[in-house]
């Protein structure tokens, strides 16, 4: 299955299948860190528990590649966001729904409740 090209549907509006693809990947890299972060907290808790100063010392270190790896999931979140956003808006250009403004942004409009 892996390779195969497919469409989605979203809120009644076509995917290409390429944009899934970039979907599935992304959130594999996303899964990908997060089972690094576990492991990372798994041994950065270790080592605090031990109270070894060589542990405690080592988990600087580790406590920044935790960091930056929530800043990379973050980002990854972000372009994901974007990208599905600008999918969804091309899909549904011409429909009444998501209609495109003249700065480019579909014109959703949302039912407050009374």
């Known amino acids: 299955m892996e390779g195969d090209t497919f469409s989605g549907i ?3 509006t076509q995917i290409d299948g390429k944009v ?3 979907f599935q990947k992304s959130f594999v890299q996303v899964q990908d860190i997060l089972d690094q972060n576990r ?3 798994n041994e950065i808790n270790q080592n605090h528990e ?3 100063p060589d542990n405690l010392s080592r988990n600087v270190g ?3 590649e935790l960091n930056n790896n929530i800043r990379r999931v973050v980002d ?3 372009d994901l966001s974007s990208s599905f956003t600008k ?3 091309a899909s549904s ?3 009444s729904s998501g209609a495109m403004k003249s700065d480019g942004k579909a014109g959703h409009k949302r039912n407050r409740p009374a």
């Open 93 to 95: 250009e011409g429909d």
């Open 87 to 89: 999918s969804v808006d």
């Open 50 to 52: 031990s109270k070894i």
């Open 39 to 41: 492991l990372l907290i």
């Open 20 to 22: 899934v693809q970039t």
């Open 10 to 12: 979203v809120n009644g």
């Open 62 to 64: 580790l406590i920044k």
């Open 76 to 78: 990854l979140y972000a």
